[in-house]
Structures are given as C-alpha cells and as structure tokens.
C-alpha cells in the first residue's frame, strides 16, 4: 500500500508539473503575441 500510495503522489506530481509548464508555455506564447501585435500598431 505504501508503494501505491507513493506511485500515486509520484504520478500527481508529474501531472502538477506538465499543467504548470502547459500554463507557463501558453502564458508565453500569448505575451509574445501581444507584442508582435503592439509592434504592428
């Protein structure tokens, strides 16, 4: 049980760590889209 429940937190963690990247890859992407477009202008 312990190393289920150690799999399980292991695996959480993993998923916690690609949404934060996926968030901070997407916050990037949209910040540089708002300065190409303020360049534009």
Same mark, same amino acid.
């Given at each position: 049980a312990a190393a289920e @429940? *150690? $799999?399980a937190a292991e695996k959480a963690a993993a998923e916690e760590k &690609? &949404? =934060? !990247? *996926? $968030? @901070? =890859? !997407? $916050? *990037? =992407?949209? =910040? !540089?889209? @708002? &300065?190409a477009e303020a360049e534009e202008e």
């Open positions: @429940a *150690k $799999a &690609a &949404a =934060a !990247e *996926k $968030a @901070a =890859a !997407e $916050a *990037k =992407a949209a =910040a !540089e889209k @708002a &300065a």
